[in-house]
């Protein structure tokens, strides 16, 4: 059963009723239509209609059909798309009368970029859309009622507070700790010893100049694996006893985006913007993490520029804190190709790392990105590849497993060696029995 709905709202939308009349007529559906039509004056002859429908009835309704085709209500979208049913939503417009303005448009176009129904504008085929919604496989719905519901209960009980409670509310959570920032350790014995010879490069650039303290890393296109490569560079740094901080500074991105921002409450973003309680209070955005030695700065909420945030005061107070404080600083900085933040701090950094990608970057992209530092050659330090293939890896470093550990717990040394080694021991065994 196909089930129309035109909600309570007190305008007409006989254009819909007509449509469905339509297609029961030529054939084009052929299974039973129940329609609630609400205000309209439209009388479909090939199909049975009621104005309005008690709640439950209306539940049980959409629990039965096979299509759910709506005007954009979102109470009745949600009750499909909550039941699992394919939804075609058919917006009121206003030039026909059927509502005061085109707000229905705008809920089916949004609803439709998530994935969650179909819209039928007034161009569109219907027919073709009935035939597409029984094979189109829909986008999941989360919903966010919980924690809205929470929102709003927090904000009463707040208003309902009196300044006393407040204060004391205020006074803990001053006093709360902040939550220690988890990184992931990659265990491959390949990764590390990748890491191993950048961290080997960028020590000697610091004993060579007395620079090579402040590190910026970015993409030359999206998706290279610049965060990774941060985050093996502080452990490795932090393992070596240098007091180290990864600074996050894609904050283009949405917290929700971020796993290392989960559960925290400040970042980069606040500190620039001036939103924390202390401005002076620089730990107020410094996260522990896992490993001693290392501390990291989150990227903070979502900023629409945030260019002109690097171009601050606030981001010039931050790298002195930085420099004076630390022993190496690195700069998480999106792809150079897709934003242009991470040029703002060329000119402040001692050394700037380029991050590729084997697969997905352009030969275009890694152009444009050399170009863009070119004025300030004297701090390129070179070009991180990630995402190689192993037989190209093995093909430009030779005997890079040589002290690798195997399953055994046993070192590879190269298969000869190995042989030799325990051939000798082997004989050496007999001679002293001999004796």
Known sequence: MILVVLGTQKFQCDRLLKKVDELVENGTINEDVFAQKGYSRYIPKHYTTVDFLPKEEFENKIEECS?????????????????????????????????????????????????????????????????????????????????????????????????????????????????????????????????????????????????????????????CGSTSTCIGLGIAFSAAKWKTLIIDCDIRKQRDYKKLNDNTDNGLSDFLLGENDDNDNYEEIIYKTNFENLSYIPCGKFAASPARLFCSGMMKELLKYADEQYDYVIFDFPSISVAPDAQILFGDVDGIILVSALEGVTKRQIKNAKQKIQPFADKYYGMIINKIDMKMYKKYIKKYDYYFVNRDGNQKLGQKATKKYKKNKGVKKEGDKNE
């Open 67 to 223: 299509l759910l085709i709506t005007h954009g209500g979102v109470g009745t979208i949600l009750s499909g798309i909550y039941h699992r049913k394919p939804v075609i939503v058919f917006p009121r417009l206003k030039k026909y009368k059927e509502h005061v303005d085109n707000h229905q448009l705008e809920i089916a176009t949004a609803f439709q970029k998530k994935n969650l129904v179909l819209v039928c504008g007034e161009d569109d085929d219907m027919a073709k859309l009935i035939d597409l919604s029984r094979e189109k496989r829909f986008g999941k719905y989360v919903s966010h009622r919980d924690y809205m519901i929470g929102m709003i209960r927090n904000y009463i009980y707040k208003f309902s507070m009196s300044i006393e409670e407040k204060l004391e509310m205020e006074n803990k959570n001053s006093k709360r700790t902040k939550p220690q920032i988890e990184l992931y350790v990659n265990n491959s014995q390949v990764m590390n010893d990748a890491i191993d010879r950048i961290v080997v490069e960028i020590h000697n650039k610091k004993k060579e100049t007395g620079g090579a303290k402040k590190i910026l890393l970015t993409g030359c296109g999206p998706q």
